[in-house]
């Protein structure tokens, strides 16, 4: 339904700062909730950030304060601006344009690759 092409991702050492991009291939005005997972080596995909068409925001305990995500809906575009980076947050992240919410509030992607870009690369090292 929508195409998504992620970009920002790279090499900064603790502490640096890096902002994510989640181009979208049509207006991203109608897409209800959209964010960004990340999945580290040995771990388990975790939702990183999440954001609805309203603006409201949801963060992960372990990004918060850190990470903020946003739209520019002009530019058909989410991104995840990451400050104060960590090697624990060193991981693959991935947009997904389809996060649905149940009614205990945990959040699951829609498991199709149409919802999906194809991810970018954090690595934080020194």
């Known amino acids: 339904q929508v195409q998504l092409v992620e970009s920002g991702g790279g090499l900064v050492q603790p502490g640096g700062s890096l902002r994510l991009s989640c181009a979208a291939s049509?207006?991203?005005?109608?897409?209800?909730?959209m964010g960004w997972y990340r999945h580290a080596t040995g771990e388990e995909r975790e939702l990183v950030a999440r954001?609805?068409?309203?603006?409201?925001?949801n963060y992960a305990d372990s990004v918060k304060g850190r990470f903020t995500i946003y739209r520019d809906n002009a530019k058909n575009t989410v991104y995840l601006q990451m400050d104060s980076l960590k090697p624990e947050d060193t991981a693959v992240y991935y947009c997904?344009?389809?996060?649905?919410?149940?009614?205990?509030?945990?959040?699951?992607?829609?498991?199709?690759?149409?919802?999906w870009g194809q991810g970018t690369q954090v690595t934080v090292s020194s």
């Open positions: 997904n344009a389809g996060i649905l919410e149940d009614d205990l509030h945990r959040h699951v992607p829609v498991e199709d690759d149409d919802y």
């Open positions: 954001i609805t068409s309203g603006g409201s925001t």
């Open positions: 049509r207006s991203i005005f109608s897409l209800n909730a």
